[in-house]
């Protein structure tokens, strides 16, 4: 595997289930961020983890739960959603937590909750 | 606070026209400027970026931008486009500042859509 790799692809769950998203990245970065995609909308940051620490939390309600056990993992878990969560989650990577570096996107988790 | 404006949602154009995508922004403090490009079914990738020396920079596959700080503007342009370019494109932004977390703010998108 190389770059950022995110499971599942697709996901559907019912506003009373628990799920976990899964990101991984290839690259030897140290920080890793969590985005979410809606239709019509800008991507918005929800997490930034630099070495395993939370940087920034950007207002995201608490039914997300992030984690990071190491610099190459990245989790979201997800419980008791409601559908207007339902969206594309993109993880990404950089080098460093920089404002000028450049973010390695995965192809993100397609997100419906019924 | 900054904020990312793409003023077309959507762009046609024919296969080898020349195209510009436009982004304008908004920021009290200094900014790095960036274009990302999300192929169907795929996460972004950096297209270009600009930080700092020569306003106008290059991305390896024939794009170009030009940062215009009076008119707060980081267009992007492509001499003829090929049917592989179509995509949607992300303008985003980030705080030079020091307190930064790596944060980008994003414009909404344009789709670029090439016709042959």
């Known amino acids: 595997e190389t770059g950022v790799t995110q499971t599942p692809r697709h996901l559907v769950m019912g506003m009373t289930n628990k799920k976990s998203l899964k990101c991984e990245q290839h690259l030897g970065h140290n920080a890793m961020y969590w985005y979410k995609q809606s239709a019509k909308k800008p991507l918005e940051l929800m997490f930034v983890?630099?070495?395993?620490?939370?940087?920034e939390n950007n207002s995201v309600p608490s039914r997300f739960s992030p984690e990071c056990p190491n610099s190459s993992h990245l989790f979201l878990h997800l419980h008791t959603l409601q559908p207007e969560d339902s969206a594309l989650y993109l993880c990404?990577?950089?080098?460093?937590?920089?404002?000028?570096?450049?973010?390695?996107f995965g192809p993100g988790t397609r997100l419906l909750v019924l | 606070a900054q904020s990312v404006t793409q003023l077309d949602s959507q762009v046609p154009v024919f296969e080898e026209a020349p195209v510009e995508l436009r982004c304008n922004y908004s920021?009290?403090?200094?900014?790095?400027l960036f274009w990302y490009v999300q192929y169907p079914n795929q996460g972004l990738q950096l297209l270009l970026k600009y930080l700092s020396g020569s306003t106008l920079v290059e991305s390896i596959n024939g794009f170009e931008a030009e940062f215009n700080k009076s008119q707060t503007s980081f267009h992007l342009r492509k001499p003829s486009v090929h049917i592989s370019d179509t995509a949607e494109y992300f303008c985003?932004?980030?705080?030079?500042?020091?307190?930064?977390?790596?944060?980008?703010?994003f414009g909404q998108g344009t789709t670029l859509q090439v016709k042959p």
């Open positions: 983890y630099s070495l395993e620490e939370r940087v």
């Open positions: 990404a990577s950089s080098q460093e937590i920089w404002s000028g570096e450049t973010q390695y």
């Open positions: 920021s009290s403090v200094s900014v790095y």
């Open positions: 985003a932004v980030s705080d030079q500042g020091s307190s930064n977390t790596g944060k980008l703010i």
